[in-house]
């Protein structure tokens, strides 16, 4: 193991990434409380989709290889997609949204992980999967972070001036300042306000219990630096995930539509 990040011992490693792995076998063999045989069912699918993300930055933290990674996503997002059919099925909504990137931030802060995760890793063959899955819920033209994180990879994305939640703004004004000092104080500052901002996630201060903790990364900082440019040299703390970004940058990334840059 060659952790990326402190909190993480040898022996929480490997058992804990052994129990995530085994999540989904474990729900196979075993039956779930639930009002219902489809609500067992999503709430099932629920457990293994998240199971599977954790898995995948537990690696990241433990330092597992970058293509090891990459070849994870496609389970991550095939978990989103089957939770998605098994909830749309409970609650009788087919295009409802697997997450609730409106009204919980540590659900949006899920969805433009994985988005980062997809495009620093190279995967980005992924994304019209994964931003279908909310777009259809009518989340797509909403949000200018993530929209700015898929322009340059999806066709005909909105240009919009609003976003869910307040933690984004300064990596936003990162993307659109014309003071050229200005993105790499702005990406200080928000990975200073990362993990506070997100108090209330289940997986803030898991790191106290020893047991649950997959690691803490802000990796769409590191995606919106990897896709404008950005000068993160100055950016000291742990959340940011410099060697995936230091990874990426080993290819080049698309081009940014035009109406973009002229926001």
């Known amino acids: 193991m060659n952790r990326r990040q402190v909190f993480l011992s040898h022996k929480q490693y490997h058992d804990f990434l052994e129990s995530l792995a085994g999540e989904e076998a474990h729900w196979q063999a075993h039956s779930m409380m639930a009002d219902s ?55 009788e909504r087919p295009d409802i949204a697997p997450l609730n990137i409106e009204d919980y931030p540590d659900e949006y802060e899920e969805y433009v992980q994985v988005i980062s995760l997809c495009i620093l890793l190279q995967r980005s063959d992924l994304l019209p999967r994964l931003v279908l899955l909310q777009d259809r819920a009518g989340f797509g033209g909403q949000d200018t972070l993530i929209e700015d994180l898929l322009k340059a990879y999806l066709p005909d994305r909105e240009d919009v001036d609003q976003w869910f939640h307040d933690v984004s703004t300064p990596l936003i004004r990162a993307i659109y300042t014309e003071d050229p000092d200005e993105p ?53 703390h742990m959340v940011f995930p410099r060697d995936l970004l230091e990874y990426a940058r080993r290819f080049t990334p698309p081009p940014i539509p035009q109406q973009l840059a002229q926001h």
């Open 184 to 236: 790499r104080e702005l990406l200080v500052e928000y990975c200073n306000q990362w993990y506070e901002a997100f108090e209330q996630a289940p997986w803030h201060d898991s790191h106290l219990d020893g047991e649950s903790y997959f690691g803490y990364w802000a990796f769409e900082a590191a995606a919106v630096a990897y896709l404008y440019g950005l000068d993160d040299s100055a950016v000291e």
């Open 37 to 91: 045989p489809e609500q067992e069912a999503s709430l099932k699918a629920s457990s293994v989709r998240r199971a599977r993300l954790h898995h995948l930055i537990l690696g990241y933290t433990g330092g597992a290889p970058m293509e090891q990674l990459a070849r994870e996503l496609d389970g991550v997002i095939e978990g989103y997609e089957d939770y998605q059919r098994k909830m749309g099925v409970y609650e």
